[in-house]
């Protein structure tokens, strides 16, 4: 395990870097898919308490969409990509033309979830590709999963592995946004969350050529 | 309940409170709210715990609210500081989803339901009665615990607000 008290700038540059790539190439798979240019901010990497982790997604209470997987390999976490629920309705919207679609009458068989699930795939597949080929770590996602409820009962499902060792995690936060063609305005801001089992940290941090000698 | 009456346990976090104070916790999934509470006295304590069994640990220095086992110990020991009575604890607990029905396969992953079990696991060892609870399923809950009543209002996304 790695001690997160004693990661070092060069470390947290190393991860943001990593996120930086994996978010760029899931924003140009976006792009090449729905043939439209995507935004994407400077991903931030940073060291937070759990509830601060929470408290930056707007509350343990906030309802969100969450496309979520699982991670394993060499480097081991837990994906998120989220979604403020209106916003994921207007994205599904967008990518299957059929307006009807809410939150409020969906069913697990409606297509419409299918495809939601399929952009996650693909986002998650791109995202984790990318950190893959570039620090030369195995990384595999699970099959996405998708859930529409509050915020803080969402993340915790990422947090369980690592809060059998600490109280604070490494975020590798990254925010992507889709604006509609004809407004040109924001219309869905998605976003990445990737949150590192303590053992991923050692692998990556030699794969990425940023290891403390200690 | 006003809202500054109302003390907020965070995740791996856990208080004691007395009339006119209230308890509440946000956004429980998998994690467990559990209300230990002495009704003459109207004082109780509220913990929010992720994980079942202390022991499971590899700090160190471990956040003891974080646990069942030790968030319950420390709990009832503080209660029990604040002149609460052993013989009137009553309990009430909340929360231990499946929010994400891929991780039943694994073991690990169950920890919902091993939450529920390791928190009355505890309960029954202290034979601190239980009320009334509202767990599994696979949704998440807010819960706030009215010190007065005794009543814990479960709020969802989806379904209407009950009290327990």
């Known amino acids: 395990m790695y001690d997160l008290r004693y990661i070092t700038d060069d470390q947290l540059d190393a991860l943001k870097e990593a996120g930086n790539i994996g978010a760029g190439n899931a924003a140009t798979a976006l792009s090449t898919l729905l043939r439209q240019d995507i935004d994407m901010k400077v991903p931030a990497v940073r060291i937070c308490h759990f509830n601060e982790l929470i408290e930056s997604i707007g509350g343990a209470e906030q309802p969100l969409a969450a496309i979520y997987l699982r991670v394993q390999g060499d480097a081991p976490g837990n994906m998120f990509f989220l979604l403020q629920p209106a916003e994921a309705e207007l994205f599904v919207h967008y990518i299957t033309g059929d307006e009807s679609f809410s939150w409020s009458n969906t069913s697990n068989d409606d297509i419409n979830l299918s495809a939601l699930h399929e952009m996650g795939n693909i986002l998650a597949g791109s995202y984790l590709s990318a950190i893959s080929d570039f620090a030369k770590v195995n990384m595999q996602p699970s099959v996405p999963q998708i859930s529409v409820d509050m915020g803080g009962a969402i993340l915790a499902n990422g947090l369980i592995e690592i809060a059998e060792e600490s109280d604070y995690t490494v975020v590798i936060d990254t925010v992507i946004s889709l604006s509609d063609p004809n407004q040109q305005q924001h219309m869905v801001e998605g976003k990445f969350l990737l949150l590192l089992h303590p053992d991923a940290f050692g692998h990556l941090f030699r794969a990425l050529g940023v290891e403390e000698d200690d | 309940m006003t809202e500054a009456e109302i003390m907020h346990v965070g995740i791996a976090d856990a208080k004691i409170v007395a009339f006119p104070q209230h308890l509440r916790t946000a956004g429980l999934g998998s994690c467990v709210g ?33 646990y069942a086992d030790t968030a319950l110990d420390d709990l009832i020991a503080n209660l029990l500081r ?83």
Do not use: W
Not at chain 2, 93 to 104: E, K, N, P, R, V
Not at chain 2, 108 to 121: D, S, T, W
Not at chain 2, 142 to 152: K, Q
């Open chain 2, 82 to 164: 604040h002149g609460a009575r052993k013989s009137r604890f009553k309990a009430k607990l909340a929360g231990g989803a499946q929010m994400f029905s891929f991780l039943s396969s694994d073991e690990k992953m169950r920890i919902g339901p091993r939450n529920i079990e390791a928190v009355e696991q505890k309960l029954r060892e202290y034979r601190i009665p239980i009320e009334s609870k509202d767990v599994g399923g696979s949704n998440g809950r807010t819960i706030e615990f009215n010190t007065d009543t005794c009543g814990l209002k479960i709020k969802t996304v989806s379904k209407e607000e009950a009290i327990i």
């Open chain 2, 34 to 66: 559990v209300v230990v509470y002495d009704k003459q006295k109207k004082i109780a304590g509220m913990a929010h715990v992720m994980l079942p069994d202390s022991s499971l640990a590899k700090q160190t220095q471990m956040n003891r609210n974080k």
